[in-house]
Nanobody, 116 residues
């Protein structure tokens, strides 16, 4: 079955960096778009970034453009989110997501806290 497992979250000071990873299994990873979402306390889950199956195409939320970079390694079935210049408002649980056929699959999430 499809599984997505995020890792790499933690506590970081404002201006710092983190790299999140999402390891995928149970489907042909290289054929599917992958995306990252986040959910802050008391807020709805929101789109962060997406990457095409080949990695040639990417898209970002305006709030993270120029600071975050999404990438993927199809040989390792892993998608990454490099987060630089982190701000307190980036604090959230970060999830990776894919859609296989008509069903959405989500990981369990990884907590990112930006605080001094």
């Amino acid at each position: 079955q499809v599984q997505l497992v995020e890792s790499g979250g933690g506590l970081v000071q404002p201006g710092g960096s983190l790299r999140l990873s999402c390891a995928a299994s149970g489907f042909t990873f290289s054929r599917y778009l992958m995306s990252w979402y986040r959910q802050a306390p008391g807020k709805e889950r929101e789109f962060v970034a997406a990457i095409s199956d080949s990695g040639a195409g990417t898209d970002y939320a305006d709030s993270v453009k120029g600071r975050f970079t999404i990438s993927r390694d199809n040989a390792k079935n892993t998608v990454y989110l490099q987060m630089n210049s982190l701000k307190p408002e980036d604090t959230a649980v970060y999830y990776c997501k894919t859609t296989v056929w008509v069903r959405d699959y989500w990981g369990q999430g990884t907590q990112v806290t930006v605080s001094s």
